[in-house]
């Protein structure tokens, strides 16, 4: 009995030292927290040399003093007058002025994107601070109450460690950060967080929403894939270049836009009007992407002095993974498309800025030649294709310019031209240029028919000529055969072996459709031969009847 009068006697010491140790504690840092606010930004404007502005920090700094004040005006002394009326009334107004404060702070900050988590996370605190107060004041507070708090939190921190994105799990200052997420989250404190899928080039949407004005030291979240950089605003005004992999952001920061490292395929569909006052459209087709190599000595003057901005980006500085960048490039290139470079506010994404780049270019370009010079080079030559001459034109025209911005041109070229197919939708001096570009087009058909017919007519002369030097030589042959065998042969058996070898002639000789040969009929010619055959065998039979 006497060994628990005596921890009795202890515990009651050591609660009512705390009740004054906590006391002063608290009092200490309300005011250590404004002496070192006003010190910070003292120290801060002094070294900016703003010394106008060192009233409004004097201002601020009374004001916190105030702040002070009031807390422990409601929380210590007003509580404190009750205790003659009840002894335990003071505390009893305390906690209820802890609970009111916890949960007010706690919905003014997570009301509006927490839904009810602010109000769980509010009670949930309190009340198991409440029951270890109630288990022995101080003494239950810090070995009950402070290791449940504790073990809910580190088991917090393992979830965050499962639950959201990393880059680099080992990382100690990402677990933090992530630790910080969710446990935020449970709050409704959460700053936005973004998972950037589908369009990278598209402004990405949170994924879980929050107040980037909140003043917290609870970061939000962008997570990116491996070929992806998020350009991040603090603002109005541009404050960095973060990614790929876990991004964290801070007050009043927001993902700009996304940039995707990989190679991009653009096409568009434009009007052009050529040098000869055609109008018609074309299609455009551009393969770039974000610059990756690394320039040497000569690029990097000729761009830094188009573009001060890329001074020193001569290397990429990031070169973890498969897509090395550079964080001053994709600077450059999203400084380049910011509203105030546009002829409006509006914003328009880093890939439709370079296309439109090129569909300004090979408007330019096919505006300074003629149609017929779309399939048909000026300056023609063997192998020569009108089409790539255009691309190259455009390539060379735009290629520094792009990547004075931080992009490296792969391709750019138009292909597929189309006229308006109604005769309403044409106009007069369109009409006229396509009928004399229509005209010259017909003369050259004309021309390539012509010598088509000139040279079928040669291959015919030909053929005939060759088919005559057959029947010559086959009536050479015969008769060179005939006079072998015998040499006293009769006449007939001669003219028999010719009236063969025209036969054969009359087979081969002709073309399809044709009734003459050497101005002598066909038809006439095998009549003779018919009669004549049957004259000889006549007389053949004759000869040799019994």
Same mark, same amino acid.
């Given at each position: 009995m006497?060994?628990?009068?005596?921890?009795?006697?202890l515990l009651?010491?050591t609660?009512?030292?705390?009740?004054?140790?906590?006391l002063w504690?608290g009092?200490t840092?309300?005011?250590?927290y404004?002496?070192?606010?006003?010190?910070?930004n003292?120290?801060?404007?002094?070294?900016?040399?703003i010394?106008a502005?060192?009233?409004?920090?004097?201002?601020?700094?009374?004001?916190?003093l105030?702040?002070?004040?009031?807390?422990?005006?409601?929380f210590?002394?007003?509580?404190?007058?009750?205790?003659?009326?009840?002894?335990?009334?003071?505390v009893?107004?305390?906690w209820?002025?802890f609970?009111?404060?916890?949960?007010?702070?706690?919905?003014?900050?997570?009301h509006?994107?927490?839904?009810r988590?602010?109000l769980?996370?509010?009670?949930?605190?309190v009340?198991?601070?409440?029951?270890?107060?109630?288990v022995?004041?101080?003494?239950?507070?810090?070995f009950?109450s402070?290791?449940v708090?504790?073990?809910?939190?580190?088991?917090?921190?393992?979830l965050a460690?499962?639950?959201?994105p990393?880059?680099?799990?080992?990382?100690?200052?990402?677990?933090?950060?992530?630790f910080?997420?969710?446990?935020a989250?449970?709050?409704?404190?959460?700053l936005?967080?973004?998972?950037v899928?589908?369009?990278?080039?598209?402004?990405?949407?949170?994924?879980?929403?929050?107040?980037?004005t909140?003043?917290?030291?609870?970061?939000?979240?962008?997570w990116?894939?491996?070929?992806?950089?998020?350009?991040?605003?603090?603002g109005?005004?541009?404050?960095?270049?973060?990614?790929?992999?876990?991004?964290?952001?801070?007050?009043?920061?927001?993902?700009?836009?996304?940039?995707?490292?990989?190679n991009?395929?653009?096409?568009s569909e434009?009007?052009?009007?050529?040098?000869?006052g055609?109008?018609?459209?074309?299609?455009?087709?551009?393969?770039?992407?974000?610059?990756?190599d690394a320039?040497?000595?000569?690029?990097?003057?000729?761009?830094?002095?188009?573009?001060?901005?890329?001074k020193g980006a001569?290397?990429?500085?990031?070169?973890?993974g498969?897509?090395?960048y550079?964080?001053?490039r994709?600077?450059?290139?999203?400084?380049?498309i910011?509203?105030?470079s546009l002829n409006?506010?509006?914003?328009?994404?880093?890939d439709r800025?370079?296309?439109?780049?090129?569909?300004?270019?090979?408007r330019?370009v096919?505006?300074q030649k003629r149609l017929?010079?779309?399939?048909?080079?000026?300056?023609d030559?063997?192998?020569?294709n009108?089409l790539e001459?255009i $691309? %190259?034109?455009?390539?060379?025209? *735009?290629?520094?310019?792009? #990547?004075?911005?931080?992009?490296? +041109? !792969?391709?750019a070229?138009?292909?597929?031209?189309?006229?308006?197919?109604?005769?309403?939708?044409?106009d007069?001096?369109?009409?006229?240029?396509i009928?004399?570009?229509?005209?010259?087009?017909?003369?050259k058909?004309?021309?390539?028919?012509?010598? $088509? %017919?000139?040279?079928?007519?040669? *291959?015919?002369?030909?053929? #005939?000529?060759?088919?005559?030097? +057959? !029947?010559l030589?086959?009536?050479?042959?015969g008769?060179?055969r005939?006079?072998?065998?015998h040499?006293?042969?009769?006449?007939?058996v001669?003219e028999?072996?010719?009236?063969?070898?025209?036969?054969?002639?009359i087979?081969?000789?002709?073309s399809?459709g044709?009734?003459?040969?050497?101005?002598?009929?066909i038809?006439?010619?095998?009549?003779?031969?018919r009669?004549?055959?049957?004259?000889?065998?006549?007389?053949?039979?004759?000869e040799?009847?019994?």
């Amino acid at each position: 009995m006497q060994l628990l009068g005596i921890i009795d006697w202890l515990l009651e010491i050591t609660n009512d030292a705390l009740d004054v140790i906590l006391l002063w504690v608290g009092l200490t840092a309300l005011i250590a927290y404004t002496v070192s606010f006003f010190y910070k930004n003292f120290k801060k404007l002094r070294a900016k040399k703003i010394d106008a502005e060192i009233g409004e920090i004097l201002y601020q700094s009374f004001i916190l003093l105030a702040a002070d004040a009031f807390l422990v005006i409601i929380f210590w002394w007003l509580p404190s007058l009750t205790v003659k009326l009840v002894d335990w009334l003071p505390v009893t107004i305390r906690w209820l002025e802890f609970l009111l404060a916890t949960i007010g702070i706690a919905y003014l900050f997570g009301h509006e994107y927490g839904e009810r988590r602010w109000l769980v996370s509010s009670l949930g605190h309190v009340g198991v601070i409440f029951f270890g107060w109630m288990v022995d004041r101080w003494i239950g507070i810090l070995f009950l109450s402070t290791p449940v708090i504790l073990a809910y939190y580190a088991a917090l921190n393992r979830l965050a460690m499962v639950v959201l994105p990393t880059s680099n799990p080992e990382d100690p200052y990402e677990k933090k950060q992530r630790f910080k997420v969710l446990a935020a989250f449970t709050w409704g404190f959460q700053l936005p967080d973004y998972v950037v899928s589908g369009h990278a080039w598209k402004k990405p949407d949170p994924r879980i929403p929050g107040d980037f004005t909140l003043d917290l030291p609870f970061p939000g979240l962008v997570w990116t894939k491996s070929h992806q950089v998020v350009g991040i605003t603090g603002g109005t005004q541009f404050k960095r270049v973060d990614g790929p992999g876990v991004v964290f952001t801070g007050k009043l920061e927001r993902p700009f836009q996304i940039i995707d490292l990989r190679n991009q395929l653009r096409s568009s569909e434009i009007d052009v009007v050529s040098k000869d006052g055609i109008h018609f459209k074309a299609n455009v087709f551009a393969a770039f992407r974000v610059d990756p190599d690394a320039w040497d000595e000569q690029t990097h003057d000729t761009i830094g002095a188009i573009n001060p901005l890329l001074k020193g980006a001569d290397q990429p500085s990031y070169m973890e993974g498969s897509f090395p960048y550079s964080h001053l490039r994709v600077k450059a290139l999203l400084g380049s498309i910011s509203p105030s470079s546009l002829n409006d506010d509006t914003l328009i994404y880093w890939d439709r800025w370079v296309l439109s780049v090129v569909e300004d270019m090979a408007r330019k370009v096919i505006s300074q030649k003629r149609l017929n010079e779309l399939w048909k080079p000026a300056k023609d030559k063997k192998e020569a294709n009108a089409l790539e001459i255009i $691309a %190259q034109e455009i390539k060379d025209e *735009i290629f520094i310019k792009l #990547r004075s911005v931080g992009i490296l +041109l !792969l391709a750019a070229r138009v292909a597929n031209f189309s006229f308006p197919k109604s005769e309403g939708d044409v106009d007069e001096i369109s009409k006229q240029q396509i009928a004399s570009w229509g005209s010259e087009w017909e003369r050259k058909k004309i021309e390539v028919l012509s010598t $088509a %017919q000139a040279e079928s007519e040669r *291959i015919q002369q030909e053929a #005939r000529a060759y088919a005559q030097s +057959l !029947l010559l030589n086959s009536i050479a042959e015969g008769l060179q055969r005939a006079e072998e065998i015998h040499p006293n042969l009769s006449r007939y058996v001669i003219e028999m072996r010719l009236l063969s070898a025209l036969q054969d002639y009359i087979y081969i000789g002709p073309s399809d459709g044709e009734e003459t040969i050497d101005n002598v009929k066909i038809r006439d010619l095998r009549s003779y031969i018919r009669e004549r055959q049957e004259y000889y065998s006549s007389k053949d039979r004759r000869e040799h009847k019994p």
